[in-house]
Structures are given as structure tokens and as C-alpha cells.
């Protein structure tokens, strides 16, 4: 089929597939170990950590690894409230647009007295940078906002928040999860205190991903062990970090070619559905949002339905976030943009990758328009 689902995951790119294996062969002694073997993990481990940060724009020791964005939200969450607690840094303050994984860590928290607030979105799905600094106090144990919305691609304002957040002496740690192969924003020009990201985003394996954490700032570990200098025990998953590092290397290397072919197709990919019926409408049009990213509904047309039509016919896409996609819930993030339950509902994501033709958006322009264009005829749907 036509995959247009690249912010779920992506194919495994052949360099990180080939360095993978190579590691699962030869190099699968514990890089903990001091015997000759180790000391070649060791060294294959040094040199991923050195090829990933220089992708990111980050120092290698600034780099810890872990499972995955998750994990380093995680660490990133409770380190937070664990090294906060001493000087009365008790809040949480996120955006409402956080990924599902984040704000369920938020929700725990809040239900055991952690108070979190949220920061508002525009229509657009903008971040109200006013109600950020309304927020922010020296109080705040926390700031955490994504880099780019993982539902409408729509970017966040990364650099603002850093000195809204400096100023008031903040953390600030940025879910750069979608943002990570497909923008040119780096670690070291962001501004921000702390950085998470999955390698199987930007074409690595699933299972590892990272935290960056600014030099100079201490960040409580949650699993207590010596790997990654104290601050993520257990044994490194050699294997996926390589893999990590083969991805990023290639991403590095064609990054402003992606960037540009991603754009190219997406703007075709909008335009085309655009033209179709006045009924599709885009989330986010005309702000600035990741150049893969296509988030819209057909009228009030069920995105259920609207999606099992597409894969009959070829074409595979999800509806919001791929982890809410089994449960029948409105998107958190369509309704903080003032939809309405019915519009969350639906509501689909069009995602593309590096390696989408432009025959598969020709093809799917041409599917929407054979089997979704008729149900709008026939639901006779409000056109604003
Ligand atoms: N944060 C964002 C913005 C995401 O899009 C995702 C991916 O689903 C995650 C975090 C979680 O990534 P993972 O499931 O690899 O831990």
C-alpha cells in the first residue's frame, strides 16, 4: 500500500538495518566488560554516541540513551519534580497538545498532587506564548512542550519559551521527538535544558532513543546503575544505538534534500485535496508546521470510516495519534484547538516520508477522490 503514516514510524533505512546486523554478529560483548571484547563495545558505543550527538548538535556526554521518547519524558518528568522538591519547585507546566504518553505521565501525577497546568492553542493549533509567561514562575519545577505537533505537524515556539523559561530560571525540556529529520532546529540552538527523541522516527530501529540533557545541569537518574555516567542504568542496547547512529548519519547527510522533497509533495498533496470539495479542511493551514505533515477532515465524515475506505483502496494513514487510534476518543489535540467532538472524530493524518513518490500522492489524490468525494456528496455536508 501507499504508507502515508511516517509520524507512527518509519522504515528501517538499509545503512542502519546492515550496521545492526553487523553489531548482532560481531560486537555483542558488554560494553560494561573490561576484556578485550567489552573494550570493542566500548569503543563501537563512544563512537555511535559521538555520530548521533553530532547529528543532534549536541556534546556527547550531553547525550544519555534510552528506550525510546517515553522513557526520556519520563526521566525528564520526575527528575524534574525529584531535583525540584528541595527549593519548593513543585508545577508542572506542559502545553495541552503533548503527546498522549506525556500527558498520562501528567494525569498520574496530578492525581498524587502534582499541580500541572496547561498551556493553551490557538485555532491553529499555536501555543499561546502570553499564557506561558502568565504561567511560568520560579515555582516551576518544569516547562515541557513538544518541538512539532506528532497530529498537525504544527511547530512550537521552541526558542521563545527558552528565555521566557530562562528568565524565570526554568528547565526547559522539549519533546523534539517529531521534530528530530525533519527540521534543522538543533540541540545547541534551541535553547532548551532537555531534549527527548525515538530513533524510529527518522528511519532507526524501534526500542531507543535519547535524552539530552544541557551540560552543567544535574538530572536525577530513575533507574539507579553506572551505564550512560549514572544516569540510565542497564546494560546499552548496542545494536539500536548503532542503528541510531547509521540513521542520524544518513539524515544528516540528506536533510535539506528530505526537507525539500517532503515540502514539495505535501504542498501538492494539499493543494490536490483541497481542490477536491470545499468540505476538506486543514488543520493548521497557513502556520508553520513540519513539511511532512498533513492533518484534515473531510466535512464531518467519520475518520473511521474515511480510513478503512483509503485502505481498501491502498492507501494507509491513521487518524490522530497512532496510540489512541483502537479507542474511540476525540483527539486531545483537536479539541484543544476549539474542534468540536464530531470534527476531532473526523479528523485524519496524512504523513509522508522520505522515501513517498510523487505517484503515490498522485494516487491518493485520485482514491479520495473516487471514494471519499461521493460520501460527501451523499452526506450532503456543511461547507463554511
Ligand atoms: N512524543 C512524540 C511527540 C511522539 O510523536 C511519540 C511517538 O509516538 C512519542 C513521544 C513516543 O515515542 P516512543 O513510542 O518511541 O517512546
Known sequence: PVYLDHNATTAVAPEAVQEMIDVLERVWANPSSTHGPGQAARRLLADARNRVATFLGCQATELVFTSGATEANHIALLGALARGKAEGCTRLVLSAVEHPGLLALAARLRSEGTPVELIPVNASGQ?????ARALLGPDVALLSVMGANNETGVLMPVRELAELARAQGVPFHVDATQLVGKSGLRFDASGADLWSLSA???????????????????????????????????TENLPGIVGFAAAAERAARTLADDLAHLRALRDQLEASLKALHPAVQIHGDGVARLPNTVCLRFGTL?????????????VVAS??????????????VLLAMGATALEAKASVRLSLGRHTQ?????????????????????ADVDVE
Request: charged residues 25%; glycine residues 12%; contains cysteine.
Open 127 to 131: 501555543l499561546n506564548l502570553e499564557a
Open 200 to 234: 524510529h522516527k527518522l528511519h532507526g530501529p524501534k526500542g531507543v532513543g535519547a535524552l539530552l540533557i544541557r551540560r552543567g545541569l544535574s538530572w536525577p537518574a530513575l533507574q539507579a546503575g553506572r551505564q550512560e555516567r549514572n544516569r540510565r542504568g542497564g
Open 358 to 378: 510523487e505517484r503515490e500522492i498522485a494516487h491518493t489524490v485520485a482514491v479520495v477522490r473516487r471514494v471519499i468525494v461521493p460520501l460527501l456528496a451523499a
Open 302 to 314: 467519520d475518520a473511521e470510516q474515511v480510513l478503512n475506505k483509503l485502505e481498501r483502496a491502498g
Open 319 to 332: 487518524s490522530g495519534a497512532a496510540c489512541t487510534a483502537s479507542g474511540t476518543q476525540p483527539s486531545h
